[in-house]
């Protein structure tokens, strides 16, 4: 810092100094909107491409900001991951969900998978699958209608202790998925060794689906090897009946976007699981 003039010195200490008070700011700002139950879960339908049938449901997180409005994941996670409230985020996700699944169960609603995303942070940490498995039982949750959507990346990282994690979760009942599938650094020789049971091809693939040869390959590619991995395999992000038609006659099972429905509130994902 001292080859730098005084003002540049300051600039940058100015700018380290805002950068860490909007951490803080927003560290406290959720703690105490988990706290204010100003977060909500929304929820987005997930279809079998053959039929259109309703196949899971993938929930989202929603904060309801007191001074700033409607924010959506993108405004918060990635810096709430960098804070470390990340944790507190996914474990109330988990803890929502794991309601919501009693709560249907409670009414005799007819079941249904329900995946919520999970970060790296949490994924890492020793207590993760006691934490989840504590969670379960206190909401005595059939661990067979929860799914737990992961990165390739945070796979990757400790292969042969996320190898041990996965299989607890699974022998538990609890199902896997790898989102966003392609984007990421892995080799094949990972993935296959992974137990897991659904991959989700990344929306950005689905959607050059229409302009672009090689995303095209790479979609097929991944519907074919899953078929030989024998997962399931959800397509992202389609929203148009052109994507759909290339899906369906590639034999992919399962998709998910606007061309079938957003993400809706509870009250909506109820009235639809009745149908
Ligand atoms: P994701 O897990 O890949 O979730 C899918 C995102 O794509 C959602 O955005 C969804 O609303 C959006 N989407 C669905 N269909 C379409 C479509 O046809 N076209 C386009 N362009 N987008 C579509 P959302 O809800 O804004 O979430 C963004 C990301 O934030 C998620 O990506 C996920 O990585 C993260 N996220 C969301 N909820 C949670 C959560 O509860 N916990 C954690 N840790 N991360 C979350
Ligand atoms: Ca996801
Ligand atoms: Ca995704
Ligand atoms: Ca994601």
């Known amino acids: 810092a001292k080859y730098m003039g ?28 988990l706290e204010k139950n100003e977060f909500f879960l929304v929820y987005q339908p997930l279809f079998y491409i053959q039929d259109e049938r309703i196949a899971e449901i993938e ?28 944790i507190n985020i996914d474990y109330w996700v988990l803890e929502t969900a794991c309601k919501q699944l009693k709560s249907w169960r409670d009414r005799n609603q007819k079941p249904v998978l329900l995946s919520i995303n999970i970060s790296a942070k949490s994924f890492e940490t020793k207590s993760f699958v006691p934490d989840i498995t504590s969670i379960i039982n ?6 067979e209608y929860l799914q737990l959507e992961i990165t390739e990346r945070m796979v990757i990282k400790n292969v042969e202790e996320s190898i041990q994690k996965l299989c607890q979760l699974r022998d538990m009942g609890i199902r896997v998925a790898i989102d966003d599938f392609g984007i990421g650094y892995s080799s094949l020789s990972y993935i296959v060794r992974l137990p897991i049971d659904s991959i989700k091809i990344d929306k950005s693939f689905v959607q050059n689906i229409t302009s672009s040869k090689e995303s095209k390959a ?58």
């Open 218 to 275: 790479i979609v097929t590619t991944i519907i074919n090897l899953c078929k030989i991995l024998r997962l399931n395999v959800i397509a992202e992000g389609i929203e148009s009946k052109f994507e759909l038609d290339y899906l369906k006659s590639n034999q992919c099972e399962i998709g998910q976007g606007y061309y079938f429905s957003k993400p809706v509130h509870i009250e909506e994902i109820e009235r639809l699981l009745m149908e």
């Open 138 to 143: 206190q909401y005595e949750v059939n661990p």
């Open 6 to 33: 005084t003002n540049q010195f300051q600039l940058y200490n100015k700018e380290i100094h805002e950068k860490l008070m909007t951490m803080n700011e927003l560290q406290a700002d959720i703690l105490t909107g």
């Open 59 to 86: 929930a989202l997180i929603r904060w309801k900001h007191p001074e700033k409005g409607l924010l959506y994941p993108d405004r918060f996670i990635e810096l709430a991951e960098q804070a470390g409230t990340i």
